[in-house]
């Protein structure tokens, strides 16, 4: 069947079977499909509408011309009418219910929070993922999906006019019994994670500040603490439970699905919906490990860039070190704070901080920590409600570069100016050498960054402000922040085109920087699993296959 049926359609009047209720665990039948069946591949004449049927879903049809006839609105009335039939009201919000309100405020950035779904669908187990993924297609009413809610811009986790669903309820946490894995619902942020991990004296690599989602994160990378010595968080995940388009659900890992798992391993929401990420443990005794800020003033800006470059060369000779430094103007005053953490408590005094230790800040909240609560204090700096971008490239390791990116950046910034509540900063984070060989194992992901590339800095503008009126303003100022690093990098040989998805602009195009080999895989992988395309038309938002978010070419796509 089509995305829009050609005979038959929606719906719906829908029941559940008279001995299951779908608010229960219970309710439509599970359609798992776990080992290398060919089931998992959706066939030519996949039948939506038996589909759901098999879940157990008793849907009546329409005729198709009443669907066609009528606006896009009426597609989702029938697609959150019948979830609200079968799932109740309690979890089905609409524009005029007190819980709209609160769950899209619910979103980090204003300009997320601003997008006006026809309904929310608050799923209460995986199979209501696989009911919500076949009522879509049923319909042709989109959809998009929330975890953390951190992603900034419009359409990435909330959708104008469809349904968007809040994976809030998928938030459960199981260590398994060799404390080697620990399977962790989608719903989770990273602060429940580790609070929950910690009286196992174990971790598992993830986000870096309280509130980030689990799902977010892990499906577009994920820099933590611990990456240095254990690789990204999409690099040290056992298995990952998906939904695909026809609502099955599969089990992807090393030797299940392995072109799936490896396509989930940075590719995005472009596959499927993971209900479940399996992630490797890792022991951290107490969770303690040792962090803070300093800050600098100008004068140290010299010595700072350098001991920027190198702790990023040292990392191979000791993993546990990590760090970013945050380049700002506050009140006329050139400042940089800088993030240093290490993965073992008393870390100051090792010797790769040396270069640092040398230098004067003018603050200094480095001590001993205990990491679900250093997650916690790194969120009072990243407030909600405000409009927000993260907007960035890659380059290859190069001092020249971290000292010139900041002067380009300081150059430029007299264009944000008159821009009210403008609070615009460049960040330098590094992917370091053991970063990219931890990338390698396990059949590799498909981000197209090797082991000779040798270590990259990462660098992103991230701002806030406080009108839409400014947008334009703020993303030409970093269109030409972008382009100027570019070019300086190209010019002296260290131009790399990688562009990290979670740091990604709504400009630029993400999977086109992952190289055209990995692309092209990345899209056979989806005409595989997803033959319908459901997860690039149905689910618009964030970085599909072939484009950016938004398309508009007098902004920086990459
Ligand atoms: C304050 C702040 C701190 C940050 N710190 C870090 C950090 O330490 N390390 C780092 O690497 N990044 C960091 N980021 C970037 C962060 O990883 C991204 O913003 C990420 O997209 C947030 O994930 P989320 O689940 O909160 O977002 P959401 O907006 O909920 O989701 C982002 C995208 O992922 C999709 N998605 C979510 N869950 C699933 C799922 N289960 N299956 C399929 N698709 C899914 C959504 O549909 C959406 O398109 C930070 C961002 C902010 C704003
Ligand atoms: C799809 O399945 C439904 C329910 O079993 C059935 O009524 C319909 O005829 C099927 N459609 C096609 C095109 O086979
Ligand atoms: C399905 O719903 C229709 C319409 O409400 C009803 O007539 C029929 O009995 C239901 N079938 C089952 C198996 O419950
Ligand atoms: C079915 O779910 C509803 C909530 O929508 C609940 O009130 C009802 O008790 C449930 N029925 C059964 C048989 O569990
Ligand atoms: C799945 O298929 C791959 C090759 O396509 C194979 O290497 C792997 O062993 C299979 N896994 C299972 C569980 O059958
Ligand atoms: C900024 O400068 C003004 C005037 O010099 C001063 O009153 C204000 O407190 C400063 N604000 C901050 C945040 O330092
Ligand atoms: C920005 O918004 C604030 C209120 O949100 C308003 O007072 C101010 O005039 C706006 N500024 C511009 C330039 O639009």
Known sequence: MLLVSSCLVAALALSVNAQSNATDAGGPADYIVSTNSTDAIEPPDFNV???LVDMGVNVSALPVDQLVKRSSNFACQLACGSLQFLYGGSKVEYSNDAGYDTFTSGYWSQIQENVNPYCIFKAPDK???SVVVLLSRLTSCP????????????GASNIEGGITVSLAALNSIQVSSDKKTVAIGP???WNSVYTALQPYNIAVIGGRVAPIGVGGLTTGGGISFFSSLYGWACDNVASYDVV???GAQVTASPTSFPDLYWALRGGGNNFGIVVNFNLNAISLPGGQMWGGDRVYLEDQFPGLAAAFAGVVEDSPNDGNAGQWVAWLESNGTKLAATELYYAQPNGGSAAIWNNYNALTAISD?????VLAAYTQELAQSNPYGLRETYYGLTVKADESLAVLAKDIFYQALPATANVAGANPVLIYQGITLPMIEAMQKNGGNPLGISVSDGPLYLIHVACWWDNASDDATIYAFITNVLNQIKAAATAIGKQNDYIYMNYGGVY????KSYGSTNKAQLKSIAQKYDPQQVFQILQPGYFKLDRAPVVDSSYFSG
């Open 49 to 51: 509408t038996q589909a």
């Open 127 to 129: 199979n209501a993922i």
């Open 143 to 154: 959809f998009a999906v929330k975890s953390g809610g951190h992603a900034a811009f419009q």
């Open 187 to 189: 719903g989770n942020t």
């Open 244 to 246: 695909l388009a026809s």
């Open 365 to 369: 909240t480095t001590q001993n920590r």
């Open 508 to 511: 630029e195009d993400v999977i």
